[in-house]
């Protein structure tokens, strides 16, 4: 992707990132050492399950996750997790 393929929020994310306004996150190693286990509750895999949902909700799943950078089943793995772990919070 180049430059002018972005939007303008992304633009001038990436303006603000190239004029080094950008400062690291405190405690990123915790912070990364908390996400790196959600993500391997998440991703362990030990049980298959089938379900039938509408193709439009498919598709908007499969359009979400394409957002998202990943997997279309790994995000419905995640809400799933997060809903029976009590963290699914509604914007």
Do not use: C, F
């Amino acid at each position: 992707m180049n430059k002018t393929e972005l939007d303008p929020e992304e633009k001038d994310l990436l303006k603000s990132y190239e004029q080094g306004e950008w400062q690291p996150v405190k405690e990123s190693a915790a912070e990364t050492q908390r996400y790196r286990s959600y993500a391997r509750a998440t991703l362990r895999k030990d049980a298959r399950v089938n379900i039938r949902i509408s193709s439009k909700d498919l598709e908007a799943l499969q359009r979400k996750a394409l957002e998202e950078g990943i997997p279309y089943q790994t995000l419905i793995a995640s809400v799933l997790h997060k809903y029976v772990s009590g963290r699914l919070v509604e914007p």
